[in-house]
Structure formats: C-alpha cells, structure tokens
C-alpha cells in the first residue's frame, strides 16, 4: 500500500496537489489531524486494503503542533506495517505567497488579531518544521503556474517507479531566483553566453546552433565532464541509503542557454543508469 502525506505552506498548492492525485486514483482526504493518522492507518487502510491502496492525506498548520512534532515516531510505526508512506512538502518564498492572498483574497488560516499576513507566513513555516524535516520531496511554486503543478505531481509523485530513485533535472535562470527544492545547484554563470550572439539570442539550449556553439568551447565541456565525474560519484550513494527523490539544478543568467544544454546532456547521461529521469526547464520561454 501507499500513503502520501501532502503537507506545506498555506498558498503553496497543497489542495492543487491533492486533487491531482485523486485523479490519479488515490483515495484523498484533506487536512486529517496528524493525532487521528495512526487510527485511520489501522482501521482504515489495514482493513479495506483494496479502498486504501493508494491514499493521499492533507495536513497543514490547522493541525495541533503538539501532534505534529510526534510524526517522525508515528511514521516509523505505518512503516513497520509495510506502509510506503512518503511526506511531500511544498512551500513558495514569502514575496509569491503574500501575492496569491492579495489577488485571491482568501484568509491565511493563522491570521487574527495579533498576526498580520506577513506574521502569518512566517508563524506556519514553523510551526510546519516538524512535517518538513521529514520531507522525501520539496516541490516550490514560487515559479509554477496551476498546470505546471499538476505536471510536476503527477511526474515526480504518481508517474514513478517506488523502486527507483527519481533524479530530476531542472534547469533555471538566477535572475529569476534561486529554485528552494533542490539537492544540488550548479552556478554555470562562468560560462561562454550564447545570448551575446545576435544569431543565437532567440534560440534556446535545445537548438543545434546553441548546441554546436556551447560544444567549440573546451570550458564548457570540461564544466560537464566535470559535473558527471561528480554526480557519477555521489547519486549511487544517496540511492545506497533509500533516497526516494534526487533535484539537480543548474542555473545561468536567463535559464535559456547554458543551463538547459547541460541539463539535457546530464539527463541524457544518466537515462542509461537505472532511475526515474526527469526534466524541467524552469524558466525556458
């Protein structure tokens, strides 16, 4: 059986992400008190296996904190039944999520008297730290659109393979700003811009013109032998230890140029190696 725990900021896409798995089949409840998840393991998925084999349950800052901190000891007990359970946490930076409020106008769940929106953001992060410790994936949504984020969910989440560690591959721009879901993060800033070539500027890292102009460049090359040296290395080893998810993100400038090359030709790479790839240009227009 599979139980995922969707949990994250307020804003951040937790309900998007919970209808898109129960359109992938997961029989899905929102907002169960983390106190009630070792009773409804029980009597619930333990016996209507069939009903409860792929299940997906909400849990925000609505939620005691008191039985939040207990969930690392209440997880280890759903594994002990053969549970797969995974935590996925989604959260946005501050700036994006103050502006879904104020376009939406819905009310933060721990706003009052004494806690502006700005206050509220910040109380829930930690009060959420417990259930974010204990994350499997982080999905940010500070860049992603409503279809973006159904995509992502039902990749990275419903589409792979449990016996498989899942690398994804995202390319981004640094002037758009740093991705927060990710394991490792290359700065290839340094090197050769395509963008400074009048011909090249419209094209992306996937044209064969980019292509062709990012491999005449021995700098280049040897940034990406020395990126798969590293991650040849050090990705068997995060598998060793039952890593369900693995984020390598590469950035340049704009996200157009460098990084979507090196990200195509590291997926590539490691499409021959036994994991779940993929692939996401963050900021490819």
Not at 82 to 102: C, M
Not at 123 to 141: C, H, M, S
Not at 165 to 194: C, E, Y
Request: aromatic fraction near 8%; proline fraction near 4%; hydrophobic fraction near 40%.
């Amino acid at each position: 059986m599979k139980l995922i725990i969707v949990s994250g900021l307020s804003g951040s896409g937790k309900s998007i992400a919970l209808e898109t798995l129960e359109d992938c089949g997961y029989y899905c409840i929102d907002n169960l008190p983390p106190a009630l998840l070792d009773a409804f393991v029980h009597q619930s998925m333990i016996t209507n296996q069939r009903l409860f084999q792929k299940t997906a349950l909400g849990m925000d800052a609505r939620s005691h904190t008191e039985t939040i901190s207990h969930f690392h000891d209440t997880r280890k007990i759903i594994a002990k039944l053969g549970i797969d359970i995974e935590v996925v946490f989604l959260q946005a930076e501050p700036a994006a999520l103050l502006k879904r409020f104020s376009e939406t106008r819905r009310k933060h769940p721990l706003t009052d008297r004494t806690h502006s929106l700005r206050e509220a953001i910040e109380l829930e992060r930690v009060l959420l730290e417990p259930l974010a410790r204990e994350a499997d994936l982080f999905i940010d949504t500070t860049y992603t659109n409503v279809h973006q984020l159904r995509e992502l969910i039902h990749t990275r989440v419903d589409s792979k393979d449990n016996h498989l560690m899942s690398l994804f591959f995202q390319s981004f721009g640094f002037k758009n700003g740093i991705p927060l879901d990710t394991d490792f993060l290359f700065d290839a800033r340094s090197l050769p811009n395509p963008h400074w070539e009048p011909a090249l500027r419209n094209k992306t890292g996937k044209d064969a013109e980019v292509v062709d102009f990012l491999r005449l460049s021995s700098d280049v090359l040897s940034y990406l032998q020395d990126l798969t040296v590293f991650l040849n290395n050090w990705i068997p080893r995060f598998d060793a230890e039952n890593r369900s998810y693995l984020t390598i993100s590469v950035g340049c400038t704009g996200g157009q140029h460098r990084s979507v090359y090196l990200i195509e030709e590291l997926s590539s790479h490691f499409r021959d190696c036994h994991y779940n790839i993929l692939v996401r240009h963050r900021d490819l227009s």
